[in-house]
Each structure stands twice: as structure tokens, then as C-alpha cells.
């Protein structure tokens, strides 16, 4: 993997109020509706493990033009590109032309964690953004949620990221919402799901495929807008939602990294923050390669 040379003080000299700009509109975004904070969260892991932390996902369709917002992971359900379009005039009035769609998601994430309660941390600076994207990638980088331990070990190392990683940035399904769709045959046909939880789930989310394909349901049924470590608590009582959740706690290798997650915030909060930095260098456009996009939606 191209591991390459981003640094906390990049735009130190050239846009020093850049995380003044960026807080306050995630802020405020939150304030309205403490999902988008998952929302933005998600939206830097589905642009990071698609050819890089590029900008890439930010781009739209055009007439002549394919990009990853309607890729399979996407469609129907990444959100809060109009509050990357307003984190991005904000940045904009504050310094023009010089920071990045893709250092805009690192910044929002953090925050957006941070806002919630969970661990805050210094991010490495200095992506550029892409002219290109590629739903076929999209389609493929992403792990879908009927992905057994091995699948998701492998997606995590096709970006360069352990098993540990996969299991504490998982840990971001502490805080959203899932669609009926990503977890019906779960509450329908598993049998490793807490009975009450799946008696639950199925409430307001039909058997039949195509009806209620859209209803949500939190991740974390305890505290879903409060980025803490009861995901783990969960999966330790069978309860967690999607069939990739609890592949994390059914017998495999990485029970014991569950077991301590769901044991020490700290030691969770810790490793969060260490995934989340290695997931954000995976391969960056940096130096002269790519472009700073003024509009997050189309190229220059
Ligand atoms: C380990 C493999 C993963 C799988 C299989 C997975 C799958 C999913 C699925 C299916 C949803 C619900 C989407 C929907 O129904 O609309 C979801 C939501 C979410 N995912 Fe993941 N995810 C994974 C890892 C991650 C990672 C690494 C992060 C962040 C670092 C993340 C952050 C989120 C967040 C915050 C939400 C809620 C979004 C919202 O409420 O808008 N996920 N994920
Ligand atoms: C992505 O997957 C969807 C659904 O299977 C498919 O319609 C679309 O053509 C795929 N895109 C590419 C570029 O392969
Ligand atoms: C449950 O499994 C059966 C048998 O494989 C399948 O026909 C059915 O569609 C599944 N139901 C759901 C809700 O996934």
C-alpha cells in the first residue's frame, strides 16, 4: 500500500482557521439531527476504501459521467453529501482553493466522533481529490453486511488494515441507523440473535422482500447517537444487527478483541482512533497528483 506523507499541520500557513470553518457546521448539522453524525462518519470509510481517501465518493453522476453514489454500498443509503457541500463553502470562504474534498471528510469524521462523545485525535492533512471514480470499485472494496469473519478480515487487508483495525473501526456501528433490507434475513433466519431483539427488529421490518425495504433501525439499540462502546456489549449478547456484526463474536478470531473492546472504553477508544488514522492514509493523492476541487460534486 502507498502509505504517504500526511501531516496534522498541512495547511497550517496556507488555511490555519480550517477546523474553526469545519466544527461549527458539523455542529449544527448534529444539532438538527444527531444521525448525520454517523452519516459523515460513513462517508469517509466508503470513499477511503474505494481506490484511496480520495473525494472520490463526493462526485455525482452526470450524463457522461459514473460515479460511486449509486454503487450497490451507496445507493439508497450514504447521506449527508449536502452537509459536505456546506462544510465545503464554509472552508471555501475561509481560504479558497485550498483544502481538499477529501481532507474535508477526515476533519468532519473526527468531529463528527468527537460530537457524540467518542475519542477525539489530531488528523493527518494534505489529500488531494480525484478527477475520477469507479462504481465497479465501489461495488466491489466495500464489504456488504452478508459478509462471513473471513470476507471482512480480507476487505480490511485489501486497504492494508489488520483484523484488529477491521474490529474497532467496526465499532462506528455504535452510532446510525440500518435499512430492513441490510438486516432482514438476519432477524428472519439466524439463529446466533438475542430472540427479543430479532422479535423486535422484525416489528417494523417485513418478511417480504420489497416491503419496507427502507425502514431503520439503530446499530446500537442502547445509545445510537452516543459513540461509546456498548457495539460490543451488544455482540457479546448476540444482539448485534447485521450478520457482519456479529461475525465479529461467533466463535472466531477475533472474540477476544470483542471481549476487550466491550471490557475497556479506553482501550477501545484507543484503537478507534489508531484504525481511523491508518484508514485515512490509505493511498492519498498528495504532491501534484489530483486537484482541489471547489465544488465537492464535479471536478474543476
Ligand atoms: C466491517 C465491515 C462493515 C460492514 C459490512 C458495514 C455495513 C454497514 C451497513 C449495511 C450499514 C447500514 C446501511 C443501510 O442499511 O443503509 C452501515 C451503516 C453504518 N456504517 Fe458500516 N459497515 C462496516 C464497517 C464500517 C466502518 C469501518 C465504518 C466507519 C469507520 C462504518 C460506519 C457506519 C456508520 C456510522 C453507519 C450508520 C450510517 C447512518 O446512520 O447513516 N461502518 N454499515
Ligand atoms: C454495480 O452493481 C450494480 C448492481 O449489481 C450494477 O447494476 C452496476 O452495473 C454495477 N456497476 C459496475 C460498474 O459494475
Ligand atoms: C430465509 O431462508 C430461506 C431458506 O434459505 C429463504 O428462502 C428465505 O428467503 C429467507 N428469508 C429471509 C427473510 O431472508
Redesign the pocket.
Known sequence: MARAQLTTDFYCNSCPNVFKAVLPVVRSAIEKEARMGASLLRLFFHDCFVNGCDGSLLLDDTPTFTGEKNAVPNKNSARGFEVIDQIKAAVERECPGVVSCADVLAITSRDAVHLLGGPNWDVKLGRRDTRTASQAAANNSIPPPTSNLNQLISFFQNVGLSAKDMVALSGSHTIGQARCTSF??RV??ETNIDASLAQTRKNNCP?TNGVGDNNLAPLDLQTPTYFDNNYYKNLLQRKGLLHSDQQLYNGGSTVSIVRTYGESQSTFANDFVNGMIKMGDIKPLTGSKGEIRKNCRSVN
Open positions: 432482514r434475513s428472519y433466519n418478511r
